[in-house]
């Protein structure tokens, strides 16, 4: 891991950068797009039947983690296609998007507008739509639930962020209508993925109790789903956040130093990172979108070679856990004139509450609560 941080001087702008990337590694292949879907929807199908074939408490919950890791895949298929880099139709991007999203209860255009601000804000402080830290102060003039949540979350129950990110969205959503936030056209596309998300969870639910009744709702439905949610805010969150890994101030914030220096790459098991299609290999698919997935470990490799210092690298294992859990849960100020947007403790909160810093007022934002988004 470089020993460095987002404070390190950096002066390549991000389509320098870019061009560091082999030009193979932008160019989608529906061929192979399609196969990778056929081969999640393989997995889905094939560990479903298997679940209902065995009829076991035992055997079906351990089949029914496997198949949450085939949801997990198909999600991430449609993450390509909500970035238009699984083939170049736009339309045809959309179809899979809605067919990879709506089974776990995503709606596929309304995650993507969302994610969208995401990238194109990734790691600012104010704007940055996905595990954006608050302070201690305003933390604690939030309402009681959400002050809960924002605890577990960003400390041991990190891996059900995205269950939060998921109401959030669907919530935002069904307001589309009186919303400034979408276009006209925005509006109709984010009624219909709602629609068509509501359509195909409940036939969803239907077919799990009709093919195997409150057993399969539990190993067809509930588990695979919590599986899907427990990878999607597991990698989301270590995808951007790390003790020596700071957001960026609107004064300091830099598009490329944000995308490189302030995504992170990490490791795990190479069957699991199979499964999820090397979403893990982040970095170049901040630096830029259009990537395929299947290009992530050629264009990481690309970028670590000509940015050594700045490509950051970690495997998830039990020290790195405890470390960003224990660590990573507010700004220390948000001070206009003298802001320090270091991490602070939850235990290194309440030791300085009785001599706090002076601050000032900034209204609440509860989209620091989202947590997942890829």
């Given at each position: 891991m470089p020993g460095t941080t987002v404070d390190r001087e950096f002066s390549d702008s991000l389509p320098q950068i870019i061009r560091t990337i082999p030009k193979e590694c932008f160019q989608p292949q529906l061929g192979k797009s399609l196969l990778y879907v056929a081969r999640d929807l393989g997995i889905v199908v094939a560990t479903a039947a298997l679940i209902v074939w065995v009829d076991s408490w035992i055997l079906g919950p351990v089949i029914a983690i496997l198949m949450g890791c085939g949801l997990g895949g198909l999600f991430v298929i449609g993450h390509d296609a909500g970035h238009r880099s699984f083939c170049k139709s736009t339309r045809l991007n959309n179809v899979i998007g809605h067919i990879t999203t709506s089974p776990v209860f995503w709606p596929f255009h309304i995650w993507r507008l969302d994610h969208d601000k995401h990238h194109r804000h990734s790691s600012h402080i104010d704007k940055d739509t996905a595990w954006r830290p608050t302070t201690y102060k305003l933390w604690k003039r939030m309402p009681k639930n959400q002050k809960y949540i924002y605890k577990k979350i960003r400390s041991g129950f990190f891996f059900m962020g995205s269950l939060y990110t998921t109401y959030q969205l669907i919530k935002d959503g069904l307001k589309a209508d009186s919303s400034p936030l979408y276009s006209d056209i925005e509006k109709q596309q984010v009624k219909f993925s709602l629609r068509l998300t509501f359509l195909t969870v409940l036939i969803y639910v239907v077919l799990s109790f009709y093919l195997a009744g409150f057993y399969g709702f539990i190993c067809l439905f509930i588990i695979p789903n919590l599986v899907f949610h427990f990878l999607l805010s597991t990698l989301t969150y270590f995808h951007h956040t790390?003790?020596?890994v700071k957001f960026l101030g609107r004064h300091e914030w830099d598009a490329a130093k944000a995308q490189l220096q302030g995504t992170l790459h990490v490791g795990y098991p190479r069957v699991l990172e199979s499964l999820i299609h090397d979403i893990n290999w982040h970095v170049p698919h901040h630096v830029c979108v259009g990537i395929p997935h299947y290009h992530l470990r050629k264009a990481h490799m690309a970028l670590k070679s000509s940015y050594p210092d700045d490509v950051r690298e970690y495997t998830l294992n039990l020290e790195h856990i405890k470390a960003v859990?224990?660590?990573?849960?507010?700004?220390?100020?948000?001070?206009?004139?003298?802001?320090?947007?270091?991490?602070?403790?939850?235990?290194?909160?309440?030791?300085?509450?009785?001599?706090?810093?002076?601050?000032?007022?900034?209204?609440?934002?509860?989209?620091?609560?989202?947590?997942?988004?890829?």
């Open positions: 790390a003790p020596d859990t224990s660590k990573c849960h507010f700004i220390t100020s948000r001070n206009r004139a003298n802001p320090d947007l270091s991490w602070m403790s939850f235990d290194e909160a309440l030791a300085l509450e009785k001599t706090p810093k002076k601050e000032t007022s900034t209204p609440i934002n509860t989209t620091v609560l989202q947590g997942s988004e890829i």
